[in-house]
């Protein structure tokens, strides 16, 4: 008889429109955890890890193959392009890290091909000022084929004939919509597919079936922790749409994105800076427009990890963050970049949205009306004091700790750690809650 029970097991998710620190917290968690599971998105993330003096930047691989001994998994909720993820396995190895040998990738996780890329550059060219923004890395065309029902997946690399034919099946179908639809367009030549499938069979020996892979170790008594990507609000169900990517970067993805079972997953824990940020177009209510973003911005070094892009920055939301809690089903929160906000005098909290006269604090599901929200915010003091680097919430400023409970009170959640810098060990553990001593009683 096998147990549901998978209260050992741990979601990290985004709460926020990416860049929330998840990629320093999976390495500091990744310590109590036997697989870091990546389950949705692609080489769109960006997830940096500060260990002594070197800065890793991970994209695809999970960033749980930076400890030694731990293994990493792509699940099939993730889109792969073979050449980025075989570049950042070298970028790894010259580091002096096994991470092909510690690296599963699912069979059933569907591949970016080149078309998908040149797909979006020219959807976002159509979209002139309406554009996303997107990272441009094929992700949007790579999940469209896949609900298309004419994608490519890693397993298809297992029989290059059979790949072959399938591929110039889906040029086929593409030259004769685009044809039909733009007189002649064609999306070009199938001549580069065997050199692409050459290069791609180099990930045959990292393929497993990943839902067995991982059901079968947590029947073992391993611990898996579930790494996203993006944040709840870029999600395609539940972020701002249509400003958001193309997954389910929300806890849900967690279980499709692997083929773990939800009564598996466990707990679920929420990363969100202390304030906000947002990368690419959409709507920002709590943002902040001239010269304080600007100083939060350099502060913060909020540029993207990715494209380089300076992020849009603004104050910490409760509305947006108790959706999340909500939609995330959260155990916990933890908070970074604290630090951060070291220097202000007083710190603004988006407490409630008014539109046309009526306030409230649910998320509306119309882009239009959160661009035109009026934003209500509590204004709480400044403790103009360094946390960096701090360790134990006792030595915390008193104001610090009171921002702290203040966020924790209003989105409803517990808080489980605060990230006080980029390093590995620069957080403080929350001796009070529940989750963060269930993840360290190993
Ligand atoms: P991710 O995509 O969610 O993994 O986040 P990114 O890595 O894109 O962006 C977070 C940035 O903040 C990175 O440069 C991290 O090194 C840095 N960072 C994470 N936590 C902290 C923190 O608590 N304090 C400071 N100062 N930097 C942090
Ligand atoms: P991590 O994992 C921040 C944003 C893009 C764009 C939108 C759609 O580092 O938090 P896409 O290329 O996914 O189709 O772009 O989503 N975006 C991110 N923003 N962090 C990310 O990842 C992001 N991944 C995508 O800027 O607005
Ligand atoms: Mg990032």
């Known amino acids: 008889m096998k147990t549901s029970e998978g209260s050992n097991n741990v979601a990290i998710v985004g709460l926020q429109w990416g860049d929330e620190g998840k990629g320093k917290i999976v390495d500091s968690l990744?310590?109590?955890?036997?697989?870091?599971?990546?389950?949705?998105?692609?080489?769109?993330?960006g997830h940096t890890v500060v260990i002594d003096d070197n800065k890793f930047i991970l994209q695809l691989v999970p960033t749980g193959i930076?400890?030694?001994?731990?293994?990493?998994?792509?699940?099939?909720?993730?889109?792969?392009?073979?050449?980025?993820?075989l570049r950042e396995l070298d970028g790894l190895e010259g580091d002096g890290l096994n991470a092909r040998e510690r690296l599963k990738i699912s069979d059933r996780a569907h591949l970016i091909m080149p078309y998908h890329r040149s797909h979006e550059v020219a959807a976002e060219q159509a979209r002139g000022v309406g554009k996303i923004g997107t990272t441009a890395k094929g992700i949007g065309p790579t999940y469209e084929d896949k609900a298309g029902r004419r994608g490519l997946r890693t397993g298809d690399l297992r029989n290059p004939e059979?790949?072959?034919?399938?591929?110039?099946?889906?040029?086929?179908?593409?030259?004769?919509?685009?044809?039909?639809?733009?007189?002649?367009?064609?999306?070009?030549?199938?001549?580069?597919?065997?050199?692409?499938?050459?290069?791609?069979?180099?990930?045959?020996?990292?393929?497993?079936?990943?839902?067995?892979?991982?059901?079968?170790?947590?029947?073992r008594g391993k611990r898996i922790l579930f790494e996203g990507a993006q944040g709840t609000l870029l999600d395609i169900d539940h972020g701002t749409y249509p400003f958001v990517t193309s997954s389910n970067s929300s806890a849900g993805g967690a279980a499709t994105g692997t083929g773990v079972?939800?009564?598996?997953?466990?707990?679920?824990?929420?990363?969100?800076?202390?304030?906000?940020?947002?990368?690419g177009s959409g709507p920002f209510p709590t943002e902040i427009l001239g010269g304080d973003g600007e100083e939060l911005r350099a502060r913060g070094s909020e540029y993207g990890a990715v494209t380089g892009r300076p992020r849009r920055c603004g104050w910490f939301d409760v509305p947006a963050a108790r959706y999340g809690a909500r939609v995330n089903g959260l155990s916990a929160m933890i908070i970074t970049k604290l630090d951060i906000l070291d220097t202000l005098d007083e710190i603004p909290v988006g407490m409630e949205y008014e539109y046309r006269g009526e306030r409230f604090t649910s998320f509306p599901a119309d882009v239009d009306i959160l661009d035109q929200i009026k934003v209500h915010y509590r204004v709480l003091?400044?403790?103009?004091?360094s946390t960096f680097g701090l360790q134990e919430f006792s030595q915390l400023p008193q104001k610090a700790q009171?921002?702290?409970?203040?966020?924790?009170?209003?989105?409803?959640?517990?808080?489980a750690m605060v990230s006080t810098g980029p390093g590995r060990g620069q957080a403080i553990w929350c001796n009070e809650s529940r989750l963060a001593n269930l993840i360290r009683s190993k």
């Open 30 to 45: 990744s310590e109590y955890f036997d697989i870091i599971a990546r389950y949705q998105g692609g080489a769109n993330a």
């Open 66 to 85: 930076l400890r030694p001994g731990k293994i990493a998994v792509i699940g099939q909720g993730v889109v792969v392009n073979p050449d980025a993820l």
């Open 162 to 219: 059979a790949f072959l034919r399938k591929c110039k099946a889906v040029l086929s179908e593409k030259d004769r919509i685009a044809s039909a639809l733009f007189d002649g367009a064609s999306f070009g030549g199938d001549e580069w597919i065997g050199e692409y499938i050459e290069k791609a069979r180099a990930l045959l020996p990292m393929l497993v079936d990943a839902s067995e892979y991982l059901n079968d170790e947590m029947d």
């Open 261 to 279: 079972g939800p009564t598996r997953i466990g707990s679920v824990i929420g990363i969100s800076k202390a304030y906000t940020t947002r990368v």
């Open 381 to 385: 003091p400044g403790w103009k004091q």
């Open 402 to 415: 009171d921002y702290l409970h203040f966020l924790s009170d209003q989105v409803g959640v517990e808080i």
